[in-house]
């Protein structure tokens, strides 16, 4: 069974960056595409963005579109999460999730297999 542990989090003010990282361990994660979900306080975990397996193609929310990079290593087995220009709507608890294939299936949940624990991201005003 694999295994995701994210890292990475803290408290940042408005406009500032802070990159989350997401280490894999346990299974074939390179050969899987990975994504980001987000859970602020009394929402939904929404989807923020996903990998493929080779890192060639991305996909993002459109409320993170152009301040996000998701980016992997394929041999350190970890996929990271550069956010920039952060926002106080920002603050949430972040996972990193392996779907089972290689492609990115999409911002729906239910198509990722594994889930990390989640770290915190707190965007100050």
């Known amino acids: 069974q694999g295994k995701l542990v994210e890292s990475g989090g ?4 408005a406009g500032g960056s802070l990159t989350l990282s997401c280490e894999a361990s346990g299974s074939t994660f390179s050969s899987r595409a990975l994504g980001w979900f987000r859970q602020a306080p009394g929402k939904e975990r929404e989807f ?3 990998i493929n397996w080779g890192g060639s193609r991305t996909y993002y929310a459109d409320s993170v579109k152009g301040r996000f990079t998701i980016s992997r290593d394929n041999a350190k087995n970890t996929v990271s999460l550069q956010m920039k ?3 106080p ?10 779907a089972s294939g290689m492609v990115v299936p999409g911002p729906l949940e239910r198509r990722y297999a594994d889930w990390g624990q989640g770290t915190q991201v707190t965007v100050s005003s």
């Not at 803290?10 to 003010?13: R, S, T």
């Not at 709507?89 to 392996?98: F, H, L, Q």
């Open 10 to 13: 803290g408290l940042v003010q």
């Open 85 to 87: 220009s952060l926002k």
């Open 48 to 50: 923020v963005g996903a």
């Open 89 to 98: 709507e920002d603050t949430a608890v972040y996972y990193c999730a392996a």
